[in-house]
């Protein structure tokens, strides 16, 4: 791929929201490059299509390197995964630190940073979870802080959340899920992420990411078994058992003890933002071109993939 001076690099490009990013950017012709571990995998991914850079966020000259020839920078990193969560703090904390650092060194201006929906300290301490959404919190500061040209796009769940829980016609869901909350197509997420970074006019906003709805899972379980003409039962799981379980495995698989928290903040999701949710859904539209898909839509479109 011929080497250019406006590239668009893509930290977390490889991750489940990184790849529709760059699917994204690729489709409106952009320049792009990949920073991925896995040279491999990204090649598997994106072929010719991008330039790929093989490093790591940890690693500071990597990160010195890999801003070589950019003029955008996208930021959605995640360790939330058993691999990586050991190391949250090196790559979602030091890691994004280290590329804000040596990104203003090249004079590199256009940021733009992939965060949570909303982070609420003070939800997070009411739930005895702080550390749950403590780096996001320090990083959104830094950001906001700074003098890039800079975007905090707040993402709300994907719809895979709903569907993830579903087993045998149930839909089995740890503490019930019973407080409405926000969600999104991971489409909608690239698309807007995209054009996000290829505009200059969103400089110092934190956007709201969200579908048109929010849904309680047993709202999501109704809306899916009448679309797919096959009755999905809710049913609640005690969330103290995963408490326990994440406990007992907190040596050796950390990342269940991460997931447990997630849930006990879904379980507990602020009604006020849901709430809201029509509002910054109608926000996006106005700011955003693009046709987002709905829950029926990604309903609609697993079923057809599974035919």
Request: glycine share 6%; aromatic share 8%; with cysteine.
């Amino acid at each position: 791929m011929k080497t250019e001076n406006n590239l668009i690099l893509v930290y977390g490009g490889t991750g489940y929201l990184g790849q529709k990013v760059v699917e994204k950017l690729i489709q409106k012709r952009k320049s792009v490059k990949v920073v991925s571990r896995n040279y491999d995998k990204a090649k598997e991914l994106f072929g010719e299509k991008v330039e790929i850079f093989q490093g790591d966020v940890t690693n500071r000259q990597s990160v010195i390197e890999s801003l070589k020839n950019v003029s955008t920078i996208i930021i959605c990193l995640s360790a939330m995964s058993n691999k990586l969560i050991r190391k949250m703090k090196q790559i979602e904390r030091d890691g994004v630190l280290s590329i804000m650092e040596e990104a203003k060194k090249q004079n590199i201006s256009r940021l733009v940073y992939l965060s949570g929906y909303e982070m609420r300290k003070q939800l997070l301490n009411d739930l005895k979870i702080p550390e749950f959404g403590e780096i996001k919190i320090e990083i959104e500061s830094k950001i906001s802080q700074s003098d890039f040209n800079w975007t905090i796009l707040g993402d709300s769940p994907s719809f895979e959340i709903f569907f993830a829980f579903i087993r045998n016609g149930k839909m089995m869901v740890p503490g019930g899920g019973l407080n409405a909350i926000p969600s999104i197509s991971s489409e909608d997420v690239g698309e807007i992420t995209a054009q996000t970074a290829l505009r200059d006019d969103l400089n110092g906003r934190r956007i709201k990411l969200t579908g048109p709805e929010a849904f309680t899972f047993p709202e999501a379980a109704k809306h899916i078994s009448l679309i797919s003409g096959k009755e999905i039962k809710h049913k609640a799981v005690p969330l103290m058992v995963i408490n326990i379980v994440s406990l007992l495995l907190l040596p050796f698989a950390p990342f269940v003890r991460f997931l447990y928290k997630s849930l006990k903040m879904l379980n507990n999701f602020p009604s006020d933002l849901a709430e809201n949710v029509p509002s910054d859904h109608k926000t996006l539209r106005e700011l955003f071109d693009y046709e987002p898909v709905t829950l029926e839509m990604e309903t609609n479109r697993r079923i057809k993939e599974n035919k």
